[in-house]
């Protein structure tokens, strides 16, 4: 009996697929799948996995650099039209660029259509940055602590080594988070520290594959430029290094290769 | 195109369908047994990994019992699991390297097995080489300085024992023994040395409250400019207490255990070892891969002034040219009462994990 019951569910499915299928051809779409990948340059030198602890850089202050680990989050990705109204994509993804984790596929669709914007939290927003409150995030340990700077997630952990004239492979860990004044209890600037990032508009027919680009670069570049000999540990405590984080991370991201 | 895909779905429900009518020479079932996962887990990380193809049955975790502490697995039947993974240590030994089965002792100290089910990269072993519970199952029966014996012999005196045939059919439905399935019982039976009611889980649960002490051991060890210990053993959030990822933690200058290195191949990972979990301290000295920590106040110093640097060190260290961060006394007294409140007597004395 149960076999037969899956058999008639297996058929009904693929029937229905089926006429899905067809339908494709005949009327346009009032929906579509959303992915993002991730992809990641130096001033447009592409990195890979593999350039990890390998490849050297150099910054805009002058030091050469390697990564050991680059990781971040992005969230409610969000479609505005002209007319104001827009689609938000709750929910986040935590991009694992050491370990190549790079596609963000959310299950929800959106409506096709012209939007004037499509835009992304890098980070989490202060109502989402909440202590302890995503398992994936975790169990990826990717916490910030409560007691003395106020909990929630780290935005980006990037670490890495640097040499210059005086020292060779010094450790950075450029570890952004929300800006928060360390102590018990924790005091936060009104400033925030996630970014908005604009990608720009887009007509969405079809599911849409969306190139975000990250210049790595740019964190260390722009309008400050980044002395590691000062700034390269114990970052999370120190409100103004996260604020100036916040301003080099303005221009990071961008548009890649659109598909749909 | 899409009609061939119709016919293979078809003929694929067909031929489970035809199976089907065989009749069953075996209509009962092992008792699924699902793990209870404790709240403190539930409410704070993602859900175990269980293998599809190996779900936890009442049956297979007591058969898998009974082969971890039987020395029926080694090469003169005087050595089990248990020697080296001892529950009176949180299932592991007291020595800085393990003792094999011909008085040879191998160059890694054993390991505490806990909440293995929540390694979820599923790699396993000081270097990571052992990719799943059940393939590193197979390794120490056949390893020559542990248990010194060969599948073969042991699958033999499996067969014709006067109980494991009957054991292997209630949990697997076949009297037929494997390596495959011993191995697949001992991961089940492994699968449940959950261990989460230390003094810190019951505090967190609001059953307990830590001292002052030990809640400035917790904020000495979530500063980073103190221990900076959370980026790689968890925190509150994440009650493993590891990221279960390999680092060098700066332990030697050079290396004569490449660790994940010699896995891997990469000399980027050389003096990579995969963080354990802090769980349980009290009770798994010597600590490190090689043991050569007796004492927690010895692994605390290390991390304030003891600190060797060499090319794979991870960054997250600090200080490494002065050999640490150089904790005060008190935050170090401070930091070993919080370590020590991680660790679960009830784990050790469990009706369910005794031989």
Known sequence: MKKIFALLIISAITFTSCSDDNDDNLKTKTEAKTSFNFTHNWDDTAIAGSDFENTQYTNANGEMITMTRLRYIISDVTFTKANGESTTIEGYKLVDVTNDDLNYNPEMKIPTGAYTSVSFTYGLKHEDNIDGAYTDLNSASFNVPMAALGGGYHYMQFDGKYTNSTVTDAPFNYHHIRAVNAGMPPVFPDQPTFITVDLGAMTISDDITIEVKMNVAEWFKNPNTWDLNVLNQVLMPNANAQLLMNQNGQNVFGLGTVTQ | ?355
């Open chain 2, 1 to 355: 195109m899409k009609n061939w895909f119709i016919y293979l779905l078809l003929i694929v429900s067909v031929s489970s369908c035809s199976k089907d009518d065989t009749p069953d020479t075996e209509v009962y079932e092992p008792t699924p047994n699902s793990l209870e996962i404790p709240a403190i887990f539930e409410q704070n990380i993602i859900a175990p990994v269980i293998p599809n193809n190996n779900p936890q049955t009442i049956e297979g975790v007591a058969l898998g019992k009974k082969l971890f502490f039987d020395p029926i697995l080694s090469g003169d039947e005087t050595m089990s699991c248990a020697n080296c993974h001892s529950p009176q240590n949180a299932f592991t030994d007291n020595t800085p390297t393990s003792d094999g089965i011909n008085g040879v002792f191998g160059n890694r100290n054993s390991m505490p097995l806990f909440n293995l089910a929540w390694n979820y990269g599923e790699r396993f072993a000081w270097d990571g080489k052992e990719l799943s519970l059940e393939r590193q199952a197979l390794e120490p029966v056949q390893n020559t300085i542990e248990m010194n014996s060969n599948w073969d012999d042991v699958v033999n005196k499996l067969q014709t024992h006067p109980e494991y045939p009957e054991l292997f059919r209630k949990a697997f439905k076949t009297t037929t023994i494997t390596k495959e399935l011993t191995a697949k019982a001992i991961a089940q039976f492994e699968r449940t040395l959950i261990s989460a009611n230390s003094k810190f889980d019951r505090a967190d649960q609001g059953l307990a409250t830590l001292t002052p002490q030990e809640q400035n051991g917790l904020n000495v060890f979530l500063d980073e400019a103190k221990g900076d210990c959370f980026h790689c053993h968890g925190n509150p959030n994440n009650p493993l207490w590891t990221d279960n990822i390999f680092h060098n933690n700066g332990l030697d200058s050079t290396f004569s255990d490449l660790g994940l290195g010699a896995v891997t191949g990469d000399p980027n990972d050389n003096g990579k070892f995969k963080s354990p979990s802090l769980r349980n301290l009290a009770y798994t000295a010597p600590y490190m891969h090689d043991g050569r920590f007796s004492t927690l106040d010895e692994v605390i110093d290390f991390y304030s002034e003891g600190l060797q640097n060499s090319s794979t060190i991870d960054p997250l260290m600090k200080k490494v040219d002065q050999g640490g961060v150089q904790l005060s006394d008190q935050d170090k007294a401070d930091l070993k009462a919080f370590l020590l409140s991680l660790s679960d007597p009830s784990f050790l004395t469990n009706p369910d994990f005794q031989n």
